[in-house]
């Protein structure tokens, strides 16, 4: 990737003891692996530098062995140097005080070097723990690593905590979380789907990574997590039906086209609660050859009962999904990496014209906020050349 385009994307480091979950995270985050397939993967053993096409760029640290301050040789200043959030990640599931030391270690070695550092902690594999429990856990974390920092004179560190699993949506919302602190321009964007959202009549929108399925972000109204898991979900059946039909291009992920298309008469054969979703692997154009597309629906919202796949003429991803529950799901490919995705009323969608219309206009907007990001930047560098 480009330096430029490297730069414009938050950075994150995900570290954390052995067998903490941070490969588990990174599969099921990034490379859409089903949390049950993490069982057997292998613990991370090296720094694993992702290279993956998605908004957010992504490095997975490993302790111990990769991270000892005390080496003289470990340049500390170019390791924390360029990121923008460390997330250390916490098994809940297991006795965690080496793990709050690392932490301890960790968050003093790096506010050394870079006080801009945001500090995520990922209280981890909660799915196995009582409600009562987890509450319990987060607060004895908590306050343990608080006082510790305040001990060692930084109690201006700020810190914050997440409960996480990668068997729900919890991992997904606590990286969206922690991403959008890292976007310079989030006010704007927010600003930029009220409007959207205002003079459309659209209830809900998100700007999703696509490869990540993490939103960047969202409108200021509440974020309820069933509009964000039905929305993830669309990415998912878009994706899949792109491999498989190659009618929208979203993505890395949708590189494999079908040659004989079907006339947009897809047949769809419904599965309710109870299966895996990644059932067909589509990654990579897998998917050839299948003439049908399961879509399982686990959501109480309601099931797809009618499926016009509209695609522009381009390669601009574009579909809409219309459900029972009288709900229209609208999604559209903003750039190389991020999708608009929608939530309104079939009533409203009956102007698409004007929804359209607006969504054009907020692509636009969006091109031009990242574009002078651009070019301050080029401003800058020749400034400090000068
Ligand atoms: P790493 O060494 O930090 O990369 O850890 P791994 O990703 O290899 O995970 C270690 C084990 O934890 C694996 O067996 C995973 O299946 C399991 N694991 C990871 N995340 C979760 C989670 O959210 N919940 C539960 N119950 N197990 C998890």
């Given at each position: 990737l480009a330096d430029e385009d490297r730069e414009s994307r938050p950075r994150l480091m995900l570290m954390g003891l052995r067998r903490s979950g941070k490969s588990s995270i990174q599969r099921v985050v990034?490379?859409?692996?089903?949390?049950?397939?993490?069982?057997?993967l292998e613990s991370t053993s090296k720094i694993n530098k992702d290279n993956i096409h998605s908004f957010i760029d992504f490095q997975v640290w490993d302790f111990?062995?990769?991270?000892?301050?005390?080496?003289?040789?470990?340049?500390t200043t170019a390791i924390?140097?360029?990121?923008?959030a460390l997330v250390f990640v916490i098994?809940?599931?297991?006795?965690y005080m080496e793990a709050l030391a690392r932490l301890h270690s960790t968050v003093v070695a790096a506010y050394r070097v870079n006080p801009n550092i945001s500090f995520e902690v990922f209280i981890h594999k909660?799915?196995?723990?009582s409600e009562d429990y987890k509450i319990d856990t987060q607060r004895d974390i908590q306050q343990t690593t608080t006082d510790e920092l305040a001990d060692a004179g930084l109690e201006n560190v700020q810190l914050a905590f997440y409960l996480t699993?990668?068997?729900?949506h919890s991992i997904f919302e606590a990286f969206s979380k922690v991403i959008q602190k890292l976007i310079p321009q989030l006010p704007t964007l927010e600003n930029l789907l009220n409007i959207l959202c205002a003079n459309s009549g659209i209830e809900k929108a998100f700007l999703f990574d696509v490869i990540s399925k993490i939103y960047i972000a969202t409108d200021s109204s509440p974020v309820d997590s069933q509009s964000y898991e039905i929305c993830s979900d669309m990415i998912d059946v878009i994706i899949d039906i792109s491999s498989i039909y190659g009618r929208a291009a979203i993505?890395?992920?949708?590189q494999g086209y079908l040659?004989?298309?079907?006339?947009?008469?897809n047949e769809w054969s419904q599965q309710q609660d109870g299966?895996?979703?990644?059932?067909?692997?589509?990654?990579?154009?897998?998917?050839?050859?299948?003439?049908q597309a399961v879509v399982s629906?686990?959501?109480?919202?309601?099931?797809?009962?009618?499926?016009?796949?509209q695609t522009g003429s381009s390669h601009e991803a574009f579909s809409v999904i219309k459900m029972g529950n009288g709900t229209v799901l609208y999604l559209r490919e903003v750039n190389k990496y991020l999708a608009l995705i929608c939530l309104l009323r079939a009533e409203t969608f009956e102007k698409q014209g004007l929804i359209d219309y607006n969504v054009h206009c907020f692509k636009e907007a969006m091109d031009q906020v990242f574009e002078l990001k651009r070019a301050e930047r080029t401003r800058r560098e020749m400034e400090a050349h000068q």
């Open positions: 990034f490379h859409k692996m089903s949390p049950t397939e993490t069982l057997f111990p062995g990769q991270m000892d301050f005390f080496d003289p040789t470990f340049d924390f140097g360029e990121v923008g098994d809940s599931q297991d006795d909660v799915d196995g723990l699993s990668i068997y729900d993505g890395d992920r949708s040659e004989d298309q079907q006339g947009g008469h299966h895996d979703k990644d059932e067909e692997d589509v990654q990579g154009g897998h998917g050839h050859g299948q003439s629906s686990n959501s109480q919202t309601g099931s797809v009962n009618e499926y016009p796949v």
